[in-house]
């Protein structure tokens, strides 16, 4: 900060510095607060990620399971569709 009138003594320094130091110090603990305050935001968000990510894994476990189980039924069935078309002789 500018001071606009000169330091006349060691005491007015010592005051001036003194009072900016303060002013930083308080500016700093405001920084301190906010960083906090995102900080926990970023953590709580994190929190829903990782129980979104659980509830994912659990529900896609199942899922692909049963996705390659009815692969195999489809290509089961595919086989005797072919089978039949070519006893009846409507083979595609």
Do not use: C, W, Y
Request: proline share 1%; net charge negative.
């Amino acid at each position: 900060m500018e001071h606009k009138n000169k330091i006349s003594s060691i005491d007015e320094l010592a005051a001036l510095t003194q009072k900016e130091f303060l002013a930083l110090g308080g500016r700093l603990d405001r920084l301190d607060e906010k960083t906090d305050t995102g900080l926990k935001a970023v953590a709580d968000l994190l929190d829903l990620i990782r129980s979104d990510v659980h509830d994912i894994k659990v529900t896609l476990g199942p899922l692909t399971r049963t996705v390659a189980d009815l692969e195999q039924s489809v290509s089961h069935l595919n086989k005797r569709v072919a089978r039949l078309e070519e006893k009846t002789g409507i083979a595609s």
